[in-house]
T-cell receptor
Framework: DAGVTQSPTHLIKTRGQHVTLRCSPI?????VSWYQQVLGQGPQFIFQ???????GRGNFPDRFSARQFPNYSSELNVNALLLGDSALYLC?????????????FGEGSRLTVL | GESVGLHLPTLSVQEGDNSIINCAYS??????FIWYKQESGKGPQFIID?????DKRQGQRVTVLLNKTVKHLSLQIAATQPGDSAVYFC???????????FGTGTRLKVLA
């Protein structure tokens, strides 16, 4: 079975641009979470969606937004990119968003902002 | 704010020896703890988890210990192998918050 898939795997943008990252969860998983991982640090929570509703939001500015589609896939959007947005963006899925349990991570989308 | 941190940023062990990676957490309300392994260029991979109603859990070559009194957990890897070389993260969560807080990570280097 396919794991969590993310696209694109790598991308380069310039300051001020906008980016959309995509994620497909494991089949049957209804919850998707997004994490930002800056080089040399642990992942930082951005959003969690369950059944198309936002269930949690981390300490990120409003330039960051996300949504979940009826098929449970998700998009992360970042507007007005800053140099500090350069990071690995990780998507994780889980069957239930109603409690704790293993998060299954994708390989990530590496964003470089020049 | 609440955070989960690691005591040692880098740990070097001889192949075949046991490894112990430590982690401290600060949120006394945390009731779920998980260890992930991340190899270069890849996403985090699940190793083992433990809930707050337990103090020890064993998997294949790995054991997680939880000490709620001092808010500390550790990951023990038996007979460390070259394939264990990676960065290891601990994370904690509180039921109902949907937010996992990751530590900075410990790099494990296995020496041949």
């Amino acid at each position: 079975d396919a794991g969590v898939t993310q696209s694109p795997t790598h991308l380069i943008k310039t300051r001020g641009q906008h980016v959309t990252l995509r994620c497909s969860p494991i089949s049957g998983h209804k919850s998707v979470s997004w994490y930002q991982q800056v080089l040399g640090q642990g992942p930082q929570f951005i959003f969690q969606y369950y059944e198309k509703e936002e269930r949690g939001r981390g300490n990120f500015p409003d330039r960051f937004s996300a949504r979940q589609f009826p098929n449970y896939s998700s998009e992360l959007n970042v507007n007005a990119l800053l140099l500090g947005d350069s990071a690995l963006y990780l998507c994780a899925s889980s069957f239930s968003g109603m409690g704790t349990g293993e998060l299954f991570f994708g390989e990530g989308s590496r964003l470089t902002v020049l | 704010g609440e955070s989960v941190g690691l005591h040692l940023p880098t740990l070097s062990v001889q192949e075949g020896d046991n490894s112990i990676i430590n982690c401290a957490y600060s949120n006394s309300a945390s009731d779920y703890f998980i260890w992930y392994k991340q190899e270069s260029g890849k996403g985090p991979q699940f190793i083992i988890d433990i809930r707050s109603n337990m103090d020890k859990r064993q998997g294949q070559r790995v054991t997680v210990l939880l000490n709620k009194t001092v808010k500390h957990l550790s990951l023990q890897i038996a007979a460390t192998q070259p394939g264990d070389s990676a960065v290891y993260f601990c994370a904690d969560a509180t039921s109902g918050t949907y937010k996992y807080i990751f530590g900075t990570g410990t790099r494990l280097k296995v020496l041949a």
